[in-house]
């Protein structure tokens, strides 16, 4: 058996019951009784923790496997700057005007392969998962 109660509500409380339940499709009764059942339980603020806490830990695991993908770009990236300085002579004087019409021409090269790679999807990281055979794989190492 339920027992009946009349409440007044301010108007722009109501406004937004009134829209919860029209978008949830549910009366806005059933709302009422469920957002005063959860406010009365002993334990809501224990449910409401652990719910922060489940949040947390998979903000935290993201944020690892970001500071993961950041570390392999970076280390990447320094691997091909030392393997270019290391492996590139230096060009004489006269040549210097020619190597930079070139070498605009292969940047503006560079950054349409990358608008397409973007495009595709497909990141290093994935790439590299891909190169190594799963027996190989290990976990990457780096000191900081």
């Known amino acids: 058996m339920r027992t009946k109660h009349t409440f007044r509500l301010p108007p722009d409380l109501a406004g937004k019951l009134a829209d919860h339940a029209s978008r949830k499709r549910v009366p806005q009764a059933l709302i009422v009784e469920t957002a005063l059942a959860s406010f009365l339980s002993p334990d809501s603020s224990e449910r409401m923790e652990a719910a922060l806490g489940r949040r947390?830990?998979?903000?935290?695991?993201?944020?690892?496997?970001?500071?993961?993908?950041?570390?392999?770009?970076?280390?990447?990236?320094?691997?091909?700057?030392?393997?270019?300085?290391?492996?590139?002579?230096?060009?004489?004087?006269?040549?210097?005007?020619a190597a930079q019409t070139k070498g605009r021409e292969r940047y503006e090269g560079f950054v349409e392969a990358l608008g397409r790679r973007l495009a595709r999807g497909q990141t290093?990281?994935?790439?590299?998962?891909?190169?190594?055979?799963?027996?190989?794989?290990?976990?990457?190492?780096?000191q900081k």
């Open 56 to 97: 947390l830990d998979r903000i935290t695991r993201q944020v690892e496997r970001l500071e993961r993908h950041v570390t392999i770009s970076n280390e990447a990236l320094a691997l091909f700057v030392r393997f270019w300085l290391t492996a590139t002579p230096p060009l004489p004087d006269t040549a210097q005007p």
């Open 124 to 142: 290093l990281a994935q790439e590299i998962s891909l190169d190594i055979e799963p027996g190989q794989a290990s976990p990457i190492v780096l």
